[in-house]
């Protein structure tokens, strides 16, 4: 057989790859299972998919018909399911969603990171599969995604969307009016927010022009104390008597709304992180808990996503760790000083770096809040060598923490990290590709992987978190 881009293929498929994509393996030419990867395809479907892109050592497809489908397969709840990227895993049962994930990190520890004989637990999964997100961003476009049905109709496209992109199409957006990610308030909010600012006639960003006022909603709310919820609109530019209309019009709808903020975005990317904050109501921030410990979550601070889920991925991490109380831990990227705090109570000392000005301030305050004397914050950033500096060659740490971006660490990191020479080094991931590649680093700068647990963050996602344990080899 001779595959051609736009074919049509008959495909068993037989396992599922990282990114939640099906895997076909099939005889081409003088190819013995030469793998096909299917888009929204699960183990046990038959299918018929089209030829999307086709390399020398694999294809990629998208389904055109299920023939037989899986028994795994469920109904999804979202209406938006197969249009939004959010949740591609939704139409896969939960416990089958839970195996393939671990199967994934397991793949990625021994393919990627070159690792063999550790011992890998049993990934922790979620209690609710829906309206477990404590943040979701949606962003203001010029342009509407239009469905078949938008197009058949003639309907025009109005120049005002707001919700979640399209896949593939950073031009775009799905203008939803509901997700079963965050508590209904997020929808309510949103759906508010659209019909305030279309009244106005108020214009949305444009990537093409670089023109336009509106350009992200964040809703954030607590899990602990579900009164409390922070509402951050995202501009191009000042405008203090609209904005102040805007939150003025949301307290009075919302009790729960207890602290609205903006931030004024006057550069081209597209990102809710921008130069100046403006406080339209209440404090700022939001406060949410972990194990015991209150935290203040500002409009930009990070704060993971799924609070029930981060407190048993930290209590992993601690597990893992196995600390006397006599320890001095360096906590890489530490964010609000969520794991800082969290390991502060069985260990000597802790010190958190991370780059963001404003989680910094957070992380010390939290501290405070919660009486931790023997934490220390300092603003760094972690693209630059930290090994040399006095308040590491101070405390000389015994154990490092690492949480970092999905990109995973810098190669600086590695280096320092090797250098410190730490005895044990516990590494928290959203990422286990990355994070494979940063360990087979590690180990072959002489540490050893001895044991990793997935934790399930996002449930009917992909992502995946996941905690490894490493230590000096022997």
């Known amino acids: 057989m001779k595959l051609k881009k736009g074919n049509i293929v008959e495909l068993s498929i037989s396992s599922l790859a ?115 997100r404590n943040k979701m961003e949606y962003s203001f476009l010029d342009k509407k995604w239009l469905d078949a049905e938008d197009l058949s109709s003639g309907k025009p496209n109005d120049n005002f969307a707001v919700g979640l992109h399209i896949p593939g199409f950073y031009d775009k957006v799905l203008d939803i009016d509901e997700c079963h990610l965050q508590k209904p308030i997020s929808a309510e909010i949103l759906n508010f927010t659209r019909s305030y600012f279309k009244e106005k006639k108020i214009s949305c960003f444009s990537p093409k022009t670089k023109e336009g006022y509106l350009r992200h909603l964040v809703v954030k709310t607590s899990f602990y104390f579900p009164e409390q919820t922070l509402v951050n609109i995202v501009v191009s530019y000042k405008n203090e008597v609209l904005l102040k209309e805007y939150a003025s019009a949301l307290i009075e709808k919302f009790q729960q709304i207890t602290t609205i903020v903006c931030n004024i975005n006057t550069k081209i990317s597209q990102t809710s992180i921008s130069e100046e904050e403006i406080i339209l109501y209440g404090k700022g921030y939001i406060d949410d808990k972990i194990g015991g410990y209150i935290f203040r979550i500002s409009a930009n601070s990070f704060f993971q996503n799924n609070t029930k889920q981060a407190e048993r991925l930290y209590q992993t991490a601690l597990d893992f760790a196995e600390l006397k109380g006599n320890e001095t831990i360096l906590d890489l990227y530490s964010g609000i000083g969520t794991i800082s705090l969290f390991f502060s109570k069985e260990s000597k000392k802790v010190i958190g770096l991370e780059g963001i000005p404003q989680a910094i301030e957070d992380a010390i305050y939290n501290a405070k809040t919660n009486d931790v004397s023997n934490c220390e914050f300092y603003e760094f950033n972690l693209y630059d060598r930290f090994a040399k500096c006095d308040f590491i060659k101070k405390n000389n740490p015994d154990i490092i923490i690492l949480d970092p971006p999905r990109a995973g660490l810098h190669p600086n990191n590695i280096k320092d990290i090797l250098n410190i020479n730490p005895i044990k080094i516990v590494y928290v991931s959203c990422n286990p590709t990355t994070q494979a590649r940063d360990i087979k680093a590690l180990c072959d700068g002489g540490y050893k992987l001895i044991k990793a647990r997935p934790v399930d963050m996002f449930p009917n996602t992909w992502h995946i978190e996941n905690v490894c344990l490493l230590t000096k080899g022997i």
């Open 18 to 132: 990282f990114e939640g994509k099906g895997i076909a393996k099939i005889n081409v030419e003088n190819k013995n299972n030469y793998v096909i990867f299917v888009e929204g395809a699960y183990p046990g479907d038959y299918v018929k998919a089209q030829l999307t892109k086709i390399k020398s050592s694999y294809a990629e497809s998208k389904i055109k018909e299920i023939i037989k489908a899986s028994e795994n397969r469920v109904q999804p709840k979202c209406k938006y399911f197969n249009l939004c990227g959010g949740c591609k895993l939704q139409d896969l049962s939960y416990e089958k969603q839970l195996e393939y994930k671990q199967m994934q990190v397991k793949d990625a520890l021994e393919r990627i990171g070159n690792q063999k004989n550790f011992e890998l637990h049993t990934i922790i999964g979620a209690d609710d599969q829906y309206y477990y």
